[in-house]
């Protein structure tokens, strides 16, 4: 199992690993191909997307970069880290995680967060093994109009 940045061709996979998991997660992912096609070609996307595979695509991570005025500091974001469901329990989740630190460290980040539900234990126990801490505040999201 190798990790990479994901690819043009990759976008299917990637795709239907973006709605497995908005599903997973109860929610509905709103990206479509054209979207994640032009994110997937940009010179300088707004977020990083790595793929786990080995005969095919078997996972993905997002990664973006933003900066707190409390540390002073740049931090990495784990917007998405996901793992399909033949290959859990394989040890992907965690290549993915690794290479999704080496990247954030690589890229001056001085920490990464991220969030997952309270309900998914499995996650939880992960993010902890792997010297994560839980920090308590609410999300809080306000949909704002596009146009």
């Known amino acids: 199992m190798m990790v990479r ?5 990759d976008t299917p996979q990637v795709l239907r ?6 599903q997973y997660e109860g929610g509905r992912a709103t990206i479509d191909k054209c979207v994640l096609e032009r ?17 095919q695509i078997a996972g ?3 990664l973006t970069t933003d900066y707190s005025l ?11 880290l996901f793992v399909a469901k ?9 290549i993915l995680f690794l290479k999704v630190r080496e990247e954030a460290h690589s890229a001056g980040c001085v920490r990464l967060e991220w969030q997952t539900p309270d309900w998914n234990c499995q ?12 920090l308590s ?8 109009d596009a146009g």
Not at 5 to 9: G, I, Y
Not at 75 to 80: A, E, F, I, R
Not at 137 to 144: A, E, H, N
């Open 5 to 9: 940045t994901a690819r043009l061709e």
């Open 17 to 22: 690993l973006i709605q497995d998991h908005a």
């Open 39 to 55: 994110l997937l070609q940009v010179e300088a996307p707004p977020v990083r997307i790595l793929v786990a595979e080995s005969d």
């Open 60 to 62: 993905y991570a997002a």
């Open 70 to 80: 409390w540390s002073g500091a740049r931090y990495g974001h784990l917007d998405c």
């Open 86 to 94: 033949e290959y859990r329990d394989r040890g992907v989740g965690q």
């Open 123 to 134: 996650a939880t126990e992960f993010y902890r093994r792997n010297g994560a801490e839980c």
């Open 137 to 144: 505040k609410t999300r809080f999201v306000l949909q704002l």
